[in-house]
């Protein structure tokens, strides 16, 4: 069975081909670039919608699969934004009908765990999912996903990206910089802030930019946020860790590029007689790839969905899907 | 002190381990036995930080547990706090943890469950959040029952906070205890009631949002 999957919950339109043996036979994509600041919702959107079919065609042209052998559409029916959603699910209905497939709606946040236990052959993981839009420690336990901790306000990359907006940092995702930046810097205290197994990052960033206002140096402050940040969401990876009682860590989300949060995680997991993986930054970043894998898992499930009754949810969260493909 | 220690638990933070208190202060009271909890390095985080956070949390436990016994809580009594070396000594509460005896068929095992409950009631009451208070945390030593553990606990008021504090309390009950939880709970809500009146529907009210979105399930 060959399943074609669609990416759009954000900046990122991605487009896969995975076959039910878990081979990936295309993973493409076309990035939305905000001239200045961050992601505008609309922008992104009319950006997807402007590029789907030239992608579906290089896809099919670079992967040399003709659209009549595709048995299955997939689509990121949520968590993201709307009308980065409705674009793409539009495209998807209309193929899946056209094509006369059945249609699957993925979770953009679970197909990122079901792509890195693909990847990197962890079965049964706690997922430190962390991008510009989600940070999240996830861990399957009766039939779902469930959150063992998350932001109580904005993600990771996120606050990494608006704290090097807000001390000039230029490019964009600002992240990037942030850890180059950082290799020079030495420590400045910043709050830290874990409650319970909740973290948030928006008032280390508020307090990083006053600091730099009051004269403190940028790689100091780049250094700084990502030692707490990072501190933090390693505590409640190891706290989420011996709650579940498993002994496997996977990484994921854009934010897994950053060497500094992978060593720190990888400390933890040795300490602890822990396997730890991370998956690999085409799979990691948002992508086509895992949203057709997921699409194969929940179709096999029997999850499949009436075109018709298939709108998009924006605010789907990880722990409302069943996930009744993982067999524990 | 080498040999008067011995471990009893290995936590994600801290290291437990129980001694006599004449073997740690060189005098007796009336206190004899002692806990020490020690919270470790963490070798993943950059010394200053990790010192910075284990002395604050180390403290706050400190903080909270004397606020705790001064609203009226049985909680262990804080009996050294040595900053430098992050390291706690309190009271060792002995008797029988409420996991254990909800799952023999004693007598007063509801008594213990109203008991428990209204502990959870005096605390937030008095703006403290427990954090884990699982039937675990929660010992009866002769009739009272008191509450241990206040790694995750802080001050506050939120009602969130409390209704996920009674979630686990609730969840605890339903996991270990299932043929007689009904009555257990009920007998614990009985008691959360008594200390925190109107207050406790609120609590209640958010209990079953914070249960709709299904985060704090156990396995």
């Given at each position: 069975?060959?399943?074609?999957?669609?990416?759009?919950?954000?900046?990122?339109?991605?487009?896969?081909?995975?076959?039910?043996?878990?081979?990936?036979?295309?993973?493409?994509?076309?990035?939305?670039?905000?001239?200045?600041?961050?992601?505008?919702?609309?922008?992104?959107?009319?950006?997807?919608?402007?590029?789907?079919?030239?992608?579906?065609?290089?896809?099919?042209?670079?992967?040399?699969?003709?659209?009549?052998?595709?048995?299955?559409?997939?689509?990121?029916?949520?968590?993201?934004?709307?009308?980065?959603?409705?674009?793409?699910?539009?495209?998807?209905?209309?193929?899946?009908?056209?094509?006369?497939?059945?249609?699957?709606?993925?979770?953009?946040?679970?197909?990122?765990?079901?792509?890195?236990?693909?990847?990197?052959?962890?079965?049964?993981?706690?997922?430190?999912?962390?991008?510009?839009?989600?940070?999240?420690?996830?861990?399957?336990?009766?039939?779902?996903?469930?959150?063992?901790?998350?932001?109580?306000?904005?993600?990771?990359?996120?606050?990494?990206?608006?704290?090097?907006?807000?001390?000039?940092?230029?490019e964009f995702p600002g992240?990037?910089?942030?850890?180059?930046?950082?290799?020079?810097?030495?420590?400045?205290?910043?709050?830290?802030?874990?409650?319970?197994?909740?973290?948030?990052?928006?008032?280390?960033?508020?307090?990083?930019?006053?600091?730099?206002?009051?004269?403190?140096?940028?790689?100091?402050?780049?250094?700084?946020?990502?030692?707490v940040c990072f501190s933090?969401?390693?505590?409640?990876?190891?706290?989420?860790?011996a709650h579940t009682e498993?002994?496997?860590?996977?990484?994921?989300?854009?934010?897994?590029?950053?060497?500094?949060?992978?060593?720190?995680?990888?400390?933890?997991?040795?300490?602890?007689?822990?396997?730890?993986?991370?998956?690999?930054?085409?799979?990691?970043?948002?992508?086509?790839?895992?949203?057709?894998?997921?699409?194969?898992?929940?179709?096999?499930?029997?999850?499949?969905?009436?075109?018709?009754?298939?709108?998009?949810?924006?605010?789907?969260?990880?722990?409302?899907?069943?996930?009744?493909?993982?067999?524990? | 002190?080498?040999?008067?220690?011995?471990?009893?638990?290995?936590?994600?933070?801290?290291?437990?381990?129980?001694?006599?208190?004449?073997?740690?202060?060189?005098?007796?009271?009336?206190?004899?036995?002692?806990?020490?909890?020690?919270?470790?390095?963490?070798?993943?985080?950059?010394?200053?930080?990790?010192?910075?956070?284990?002395?604050?949390?180390?403290?706050?436990?400190?903080?909270?547990?004397?606020?705790?016994?001064?609203?009226?809580?049985?909680?262990?009594?804080?009996?050294?706090?040595?900053?430098?070396?992050?390291?706690?000594?309190?009271?060792?509460?002995?008797?029988?943890?409420?996991?254990?005896?909800?799952?023999?068929?004693?007598?007063?095992?509801?008594?213990?469950?109203?008991?428990?409950?209204?502990?959870?009631?005096?605390?937030?009451?008095?703006?403290?959040?427990?954090?884990?208070?699982?039937?675990?945390?929660?010992?009866?030593?002769?009739?009272?029952?008191?509450?241990?553990?206040?790694?995750?606990?802080?001050?506050?008021?939120?009602?969130?906070?409390?209704?996920?504090?009674?979630?686990?309390?609730?969840?605890?009950?339903?996991?270990?205890?299932?043929?007689?939880?009904?009555?257990?709970?009920?007998?614990?809500?009985?008691?959360?009631?008594?200390?925190?009146?109107?207050?406790?529907?609120?609590?209640?009210?958010?209990?079953?949002?914070?249960?709709?979105?299904?985060?704090?399930?156990?396995?």
């Amino acid at each position: 069975m060959l399943c074609l999957g669609m990416e759009g919950t954000a900046h990122t339109l991605g487009i896969g081909l995975v076959d039910s043996s878990g081979r990936v036979l295309a993973n493409t994509k076309s990035e939305y670039r905000p001239a200045k600041g961050g992601i505008h919702p609309r922008e992104a959107a009319q950006h997807h919608g402007a590029a789907l079919a030239d992608l579906l065609l290089e896809t099919l042209k670079d992967s040399g699969i003709s659209l009549g052998q595709i048995d299955l559409v997939a689509f990121s029916r949520g968590p993201g934004l709307g009308p980065c959603l409705r674009t793409v699910a539009t495209a998807a209905r209309l193929l899946s009908i056209r094509l006369g497939v059945p249609l699957v709606g993925v979770n953009h946040c679970v197909a990122h765990v079901e792509i890195g236990k693909l990847t990197t052959g962890a079965t049964d993981p706690v997922t430190v999912y962390v991008s510009g839009g989600s940070s999240q420690i996830l861990a399957f336990i009766g039939g779902r996903y469930r959150v063992f901790g998350e932001t109580e306000d904005v993600a990771l990359g996120n606050a990494l990206d608006t704290f090097a907006r807000e001390v000039g940092i230029e490019e964009f995702p600002g992240a990037k910089k942030v850890e180059q930046l950082a290799k020079a810097g030495r420590y400045v205290p910043l709050p830290y802030v874990v409650k319970g197994t909740d973290l948030s990052f928006s008032g280390i960033v508020t307090h990083a930019v006053e600091l730099h206002r009051a004269g403190a140096k940028v790689e100091d402050l780049c250094f700084s946020i990502q030692e707490v940040c990072f501190s933090m969401l390693t505590e409640v990876a190891e706290r989420a860790l011996a709650h579940t009682e498993k002994d496997e860590l996977l990484l994921t989300g854009g934010v897994a590029a950053n060497q500094r949060l992978r060593e720190m995680l990888g400390i933890m997991c040795d300490e602890r007689d822990c396997r730890f993986s991370v998956v690999p930054r085409e799979y990691a970043m948002d992508n086509g790839a895992m949203i057709a894998w997921n699409g194969i898992l929940m179709y096999q499930a029997g999850q499949a969905i009436d075109p018709a009754d298939s709108a998009v949810m924006p605010k789907w969260r990880t722990d409302q899907v069943d996930a009744l493909w993982v067999k524990h | 002190m080498g040999q008067a220690l011995t471990a009893i638990a290995k936590g994600a933070e801290a290291d437990l381990y129980s001694a006599r208190f004449s073997d740690v202060f060189f005098t007796t009271s009336t206190f004899r036995e002692v806990i020490i909890k020690r919270r470790v390095p963490k070798g993943y985080r950059i010394p200053e930080l990790d010192l910075q956070i284990r002395t604050q949390r180390t403290v706050a436990e400190a903080r909270i547990l004397a606020e705790a016994r001064r609203i009226g809580a049985n909680v262990p009594a804080v009996l050294g706090v040595w900053r430098k070396h992050c390291v706690l000594v309190m009271e060792r509460i002995e008797g029988t943890r409420l996991k254990e005896l909800l799952n023999t068929e004693v007598e007063g095992r509801l008594d213990a469950c109203r008991e428990a409950g209204r502990q959870l009631g005096i605390l937030h009451r008095g703006g403290i959040v427990h954090g884990d208070p699982t039937t675990s945390n929660m010992i009866l030593r002769n009739r009272d029952v008191y509450l241990i553990d206040f790694g995750l606990a802080e001050f506050s008021d939120s009602v969130e906070k409390r209704a996920v504090d009674v979630h686990l309390l609730k969840t605890a009950m339903a996991s270990t205890h299932f043929h007689l939880f009904s009555a257990y709970y009920s007998s614990a809500l009985e008691g959360y009631e008594s200390q925190m009146g109107k207050d406790a529907s609120t609590v209640l009210d958010r209990l079953s949002e914070v249960e709709k979105r299904g985060r704090y399930v156990e396995r």
